[in-house]
């Protein structure tokens, strides 16, 4: 069964810094999200993808976050400066045209030192 | 704008009793439902979708739940728990288009006694 795949499973970064979490979604997917989940908390949306621009944001993306999928393949979501709060568990998910048909990766969790 | 309440952050049963847990959802649209199972450090997991075909659905693992438009609920159950099926769970509604978001509720953590 086709998998969302993200990398890495696990980074860790100093506070200020910039990091891209990368996703490749199922390859003949058109909608693609990123959510974000503090620990112990729910899963909240942050940005949906579609056609090459964001299609819809939440809140929580501000400008310190962006996406961006540079080569028909990879869906990157980079966080610009860092934040001890954007310590999270980030997981990218896409869309097929099947009712509901979305799948989730593995995600990546983000610890910020 | 969409919500979905899951009724109790923690659930207790008995390994071989009955799980019930609970979710409302709110919507001005036709929905999509979902429940997702997440184990510990683990991503998350469908256990299965409403998606406007029979109200009872059945899913992975011996869970299934109902779709009630009346009661705008979502419940998840399984007749016979097993200490495996401890974890994190998750409701989560969309609109019935196939590219909205999810909109998870605050997650269930379901324990397992001996």
Not at chain 1, 23 to 52: A, D, M, T
Not at chain 1, 77 to 86: F, N, P, V, Y
Not at chain 2, 2 to 13: A, N
Request: charged fraction near 20%; include cysteine; glycine fraction near 6%.
């Amino acid at each position: 069964e086709p998998e969302v795949t993200q990398t890495p499973s696990h980074q860790v970064t100093q506070m200020g810094q910039e990091v891209i979490l990368r996703c490749v979604p199922i390859s003949n997917h058109l909608y693609f999200y990123w959510y974000r989940q503090i620990l112990g908390q729910k899963v909240e949306f942050l940005v949906s993808f579609y056609n090459n621009e964001i299609s819809e944001k939440s809140e929580i993306f501000d400008d310190q976050f962006s996406v961006e999928r540079p080569d028909g393949s990879n869906f990157t979501l980079k966080i610009r400066s860092t934040k001890l709060e954007d310590s999270a568990m980030y997981f990218c998910a896409s869309v097929s045209s099947q009712p509901g048909g979305y799948t989730f990766g593995s995600g990546t969790r983000l610890t910020v030192v | 704008a969409q919500s979905v309440t899951q009724l109790g952050s923690h659930v207790s049963v008995s390994e071989g009793a009955l799980v019930l847990l609970r979710c409302n959802y709110s919507s001005s649209v036709p929905p999509y439902l979902f429940w997702y199972v997440q184990y510990p450090n683990q991503g998350l997991q469908l256990l299965l979708k409403y998606t406007s075909a029979a109200t009872l659905v059945k899913g992975i693992n011996g869970f299934e739940a109902e779709f009630k438009k009346s009661e705008t609920s979502f419940h998840l159950t399984k007749p016979s728990a097993h200490m495996s099926d401890a974890a994190e769970y998750f409701c989560a509604v969309s609109e019935a288009n196939r590219d909205d978001k999810i909109i998870f509720g605050k997650g269930t953590r379901l324990h397992i006694l001996p």
